[in-house]
């Protein structure tokens, strides 16, 4: 059979080290595995990135930007303008990581600064525009109106309503004047790092998550299609949370195509019922201490092997006897688990160090 391994890292251990540890308790039945590292904005992504050998070619910049506190509202974000126009003209498509911005103009000042080096229409700024990761919560915010920017942030800190009118409206004019749509500010995204996310869109550029970048990059979807099981995990595995954005960004890739979801946390609170109201089949808790660094992976391995063998397709393994079809931009059915033409394995001796079963192309 085979299985993919997406999860986030825990502390002492990169993503690319757990998945590495949990995949060799299945190697080692004799199946086919692979790793795609994981991880999300200011926490992990950076490692991710730099393990996934698809990320090769691309360059990754986490600038340090100071908190703007009060000022956030009369800061531009002239700053990231500079950055970006600083870019090698000749250079490879280059990732942002930003998790959190000193600024809340609409991206009006990086937007004015790169119109200013590459004139109006931005041509040349378009085609340089980086791709900018950050942070889910970051990803879904609208600018504008009662869910945008000013409106959450504003009420928070007891700002004087006229004002906050009077922001509001200046970002609703310069989303119209950037977008020629009067409610562009309203899309969720738009607000995405003070405003970054309507300026980049607006320029044809891209604003993401870390686990959606990640798994785009590795061709994640036709990958998950032809895989038997996925398992994912976190450190803690809580129903608030789900684990986080790892553990999401996962189950929505992995749900429309059918494949089943399990999770191998270190400790895990969920029941069982709130296991199957979010998509997971089970949660198999290692229920191990701390876990210090590489020389704990072997441990994680020997936890991991009961929960291998359980879902492992095969004598006193579960089973899912019913074949499962691929998408329709596909030509053929996926065998069913326990068809012997599946079971080209790779021994657990090849499986060292960083990961290579990465499934760089389709199988």
């Known amino acids: 059979m085979r299985v993919l391994v997406a999860t986030d890292s825990w502390t002492g251990l990169r993503s690319r080290q757990v998945g590495t540890a949990l995949a060799r308790a299945w190697a080692g039945l004799g199946d086919e595995v692979a790793v795609i590292p994981m991880g999300t904005a200011g926490a992990g992504f950076r490692q991710a990135f730099e393990d996934l050998r698809e990320a090769a ?3 990754i910049l986490a ?12 800061t531009g974000s002239e700053p990231l303008g500079r950055l970006i126009a600083g870019l090698p003209a000749d250079g490879g498509r280059v990732v942002i990581e930003l998790s959190r911005a000193p600024w809340r103009d609409g991206g009006r000042g990086m937007v004015e600064y790169l119109r ?3 004139g109006r229409e931005g041509r040349q700024g378009r085609a340089r525009l980086p791709i900018v990761v950050t942070t889910a919560e970051q990803a879904g915010l609208e600018l504008t109106g009662l ?8 009420r928070a800190e007891r ?5 906050m009118l009077a922001l509001d409206q200046a970002l609703c004019d310069w989303a119209e004047e950037l977008t020629g749509d009067p409610e562009a500010g309203t899309v969720p995204g738009s607000g995405a790092l003070g405003g970054i996310g309507l300026a980049v869109s607006a320029l044809g550029g891209q604003v993401t998550t870390g686990p959606r970048l990640l798994l785009d990059l590795a061709d994640a979807r036709r990958t998950v299609s032809r895989a ?7 450190e803690h595995l809580d ?5 986080g954005e790892v553990v999401t960004q996962v189950l929505k890739l992995a749900e429309p195509l059918g494949v089943p979801v399990i999770a191998v946390p270190l400790t895990s609170e969920v029941s069982a019922r709130e296991l199957r109201q979010a998509g997971l089949e089970a949660a198999a808790p290692l229920d191990g201490g701390p876990v210090g660094g590489a020389a704990d992976m072997v441990a994680v391995t020997a936890a991991a092997g009961p929960v291998a063998r359980t879902w492992h397709w095969g004598a006193g393994g579960t089973s899912f006897p019913t074949p499962l079809t691929l998408g329709a931009d596909e030509t053929e059915s996926r065998p069913a688990p326990t068809d012997p033409s599946r079971r080209r394995a790779p021994s657990p001796e090849a499986i060292r160090g960083p990961f290579d079963h990465q499934w760089s192309r389709p199988i």
């Open 147 to 154: 869910r945008g920017v000013v409106s959450l942030e504003g």
């Open 228 to 234: 038997d099981l996925v398992v994912t995990g976190c």
């Open 116 to 118: 200013s080096r590459t």
């Open 159 to 163: 700002m004087d309503p006229a004002r």
């Open 57 to 59: 070619g691309l360059d």
């Open 63 to 74: 600038p340090s930007l100071p908190d703007a506190g009060a000022d956030r509202w009369t």
């Open 239 to 243: 129903f608030q949370t789900l684990g």
